[in-house]
């Protein structure tokens, strides 16, 4: 089985050019949390990161979808920023792409998904038929050998062209 995200990025989410989306009719985002938006467990936004969202909001419908299951730690997230934030998506399944989406009040097309692992965010993106876009993790996360094998392992799934 192989993914091929719509778009993969060199970089981290900072790197997305928001006028590009934009011209290609995304009217939506959904974004992962952990290592796409914030270093995990630091609930808080790195300057860059926030100016891009900020950006992205002037722009976009913007929500959280993440897998993450701990409620104080969601609420707060849900406290730094001012999007919708849903905890305990479960992806690669779809319900909290439905979810966002209809509260968005868009057609699946019109959405992408932002994450950085091929196997929930990317996978779910496209079962939910929205547009996909794989970014790195975040540039000033430091992360533990192991974490960038096991990382790595799952990109084996990921085509670029
Ligand atoms: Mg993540």
Redesign the pocket.
């Known amino acids: 089985m192989f993914l091929k995200p719509d778009y993969l990025i060199k970089g981290d989410i900072t790197d997305i050019d928001i006028d590009m989306l934009s011209q290609a009719g995304i009217k939506g985002l959904i974004l992962?949390?952990?290592?796409?938006l914030v270093v995990?467990h630091s609930a808080a936004l790195s300057t860059e990161a926030g100016a891009w969202l900020e950006r992205a909001c002037e722009r976009f419908k913007v929500a959280i979808a993440?897998?993450n299951k701990d409620e104080v730690y969601l609420d707060q997230i849900r406290k730094i920023l001012t999007i919708p934030v849903v905890g305990k998506a479960a992806k690669p399944s779809r319900k909290a792409f439905h979810r966002l989406l209809s509260d968005f009040g868009l057609e699946a097309g019109q959405v992408a998904v932002i994450?950085?692992?091929p196997l929930?965010?990317i996978w779910g993106g496209q079962r939910a038929g929205m547009k996909t876009i794989l970014v790195q993790?975040l540039k000033c996360q430091k992360e533990p050998a192991w974490k960038s094998r096991v990382r790595n392992l799952e990109r084996v799934f990921i085509r670029s062209n």
Do not use: V, Y
């Open positions: 992962d949390l952990d290592s796409t995990p993440s897998n994450g950085d692992r929930t965010d993790i």
